[in-house]
């Protein structure tokens, strides 16, 4: 089975930074992990899930919301089926539940942005920022 691992989330206060990883795993993703995209969404409560960060299977692509940019930055290797996402200078208003999700057979420099576009989603990691 497919699985997406998130890890690294928490409670930071405001200016503070984290890094979330996401490892990908199983029969899919073994020996073929730079044949997916890669994003991270982010949902808090009450609203919608939304795109923060984006990434190319090459990971030469990137993609940000414009509230992040400047701030975050997505990063990939593809030798260690991971992904990751460093945040710094992190707002109250980041605060909410950050998912990795997978999508395969895109061009090699294409980065998706829309949620039901992706095939495969973790269980989420929390981040919480304190004002």
């Known amino acids: 089975q497919v699985q997406l691992v998130e890890s690294g989330g928490g409670l930071v206060q405001a200016g503070g930074s984290l890094r979330l990883s996401c490892v990908a795993s199983?029969?899919?993703?073994?020996?073929?992990?730079?044949?997916?995209?890669m994003g991270w969404f982010r949902q808090a409560p009450g609203k919608e899930r939304e795109f923060v960060a984006g990434?190319?299977?090459?990971?030469?692509?990137?993609d940000y919301k414009e509230s992040v940019k400047g701030r975050f930055t997505i990063s990939r290797d593809n030798a260690k089926n991971t992904l990751y996402l460093q945040m710094n200078s992190l707002k109250p208003e980041d605060t909410a539940i950050y998912y990795c999700a997978a999508v395969p057979a895109v061009g090699w420099s294409r980065v998706v942005v829309t949620p039901r576009e992706y095939n495969y989603w973790g269980q989420g990691t929390q981040v919480t920022v304190s004002s």
């Open positions: 990434i190319s299977r090459s990971g030469g692509t990137t």
């Open positions: 199983g029969r899919t993703f073994s020996s073929s992990f730079s044949s997916y995209a």
